[in-house]
């Protein structure tokens, strides 16, 4: 998970809730890959079809709909009050609609879970407290690192993840924070891990017990 970092989660978020709604329906277990008419390509597989298909195809099944808990509603329409509010003029024609799209299905796939009985790692339970603030967390540092003047490119070819000023790794140094250059377009986010976040925000979406990964002898 080299590249994942805030900056690539929200191109990700643009491009998932335009395509899929799978990848946050791990927990919505009615839910299979049949759920999108895209004919783009998915990386996550259903959670309850090991042997499902990585590409994505129209179909006639017709699955049951997912319903999101009232408290989960309600912290949705808050979320997506603050997110239209937060996107800046100019790209609103374009990200306002993928974005709602794609924020009414992360909020329902953590409510299914919460439903489920789902818990983060340390016990506590799956909250729309955390879904808000997983949410407009992720949505603000893709909106001020990936659109406008201070957007980041990764100057390599691969996506080295941003684990921040502070964070020690034996095996390898990120000269990156040790240049002004960075330091001054991150400000006070120099010491953010933006990998933790990113890994943060989609943890409580998956069941992790249940899900398989494929394509590893590709890698």
Do not use: W
């Not at 049951?64 to 937060?86: G, N, R, Y």
């Not at 790794?169 to 006070?188: F, I, S």
């Amino acid at each position: 998970m080299k590249f994942s970092s805030s900056i690539l989660s929200t191109a990700l978020l643009v491009s998932a809730s335009c395509s899929s709604a799978v990848a946050f329906s791990t927990h919505q277990r009615t839910f299979s890959m049949r759920t999108t008419s895209s004919s783009s390509t998915t990386f996550l597989s259903s959670t309850t079809e090991k042997e499902a298909e990585c590409s994505s195809s129209s179909s006639s099944d017709t699955p049951a709909e997912s319903t999101i808990a009232p408290e989960f509603k309600a912290a949705l329409d808050q979320a997506i009050a603050k997110l239209k509010s937060s996107i800046p003029p100019e790209a609103s024609s374009a990200l306002e609609q993928p974005l709602t799209h794609f924020t009414s299905e992360y909020f329902t796939s953590l409510s299914d879970a919460a439903a489920a009985g789902a818990t983060n790692p340390d016990g506590s339970p799956i909250t729309p407290q955390q879904a808000v603030k997983n949410m407009l967390t992720t949505l603000s540092y893709g909106l001020k690192y990936g659109v406008g003047q201070n957007k980041f490119i990764f100057e390599d070819v691969r996506h080295f993840a941003l684990r921040g000023a502070n964070f020690h790794n034996p095996e390898e140094t990120d000269a990156r924070y040790e240049t002004d250059a960075l330091k001054e377009k991150l400000g006070t986010d120099v010491s953010t891990d933006f990998y933790a976040v990113g890994c943060d925000f989609f943890r409580p979406s998956m069941d992790l017990e249940q899900s398989v990964v494929l394509g590893q002898d590709n890698l």
